[in-house]
């Protein structure tokens, strides 16, 4: 069973940056897009953004300019910068990681909490 962890979460203030990162508990060989999620409470989860094996990037319009996904496909890891961060990003922010075999399936992290003050 695979375990995806995220980390980084915390309290900033409005203004200030966080990194986030997401892990895999052991190498999945056939992981290709991995994305960022979140969800603030009564919101439906959202995507925040993505990027796919080639490196090639996606991202929600409300964080284009301001959050930088970036990943390590050797060690399946991900990160997000996030910078001049709003109390609208404050959510639960999930990993997903999509994997191609033995099927098309994918994997969540727990989430890790971001609260951004005002």
């Known amino acids: 069973q695979v375990q995806v962890v995220e980390s980084g979460g915390g309290l900033v203030q409005a203004g200030g940056s966080l990194r986030l990162s997401c892990a895999a508990s052991?190498?999945?060989?056939?992981?290709?897009?991995m994305g960022w999620y979140r969800q603030a409470p009564g919101n439906k989860r959202e995507l925040v953004a993505d990027?796919?094996?080639?490196?090639?990037?996606n991202y929600a319009a409300s964080v284009k300019g301001r959050f930088t996904v970036s990943r390590n496909s050797v060690k399946n890891t991900m990160y997000l910068q996030m910078n001049s961060l709003k109390p609208e990003d404050t959510a639960v922010y999930y990993c997903?990681?999509?994997?191609?075999?033995?099927?098309?399936?994918?994997?969540w992290g727990q989430g890790t909490q971001v609260t951004v003050s005002s």
């Open positions: 997903r990681l999509n994997y191609s075999w033995p099927s098309n399936s994918f994997y």
């Open positions: 052991r190498i999945i060989v056939s992981v290709n897009t």
């Open positions: 990027i796919t094996s080639d490196g090639s990037t």
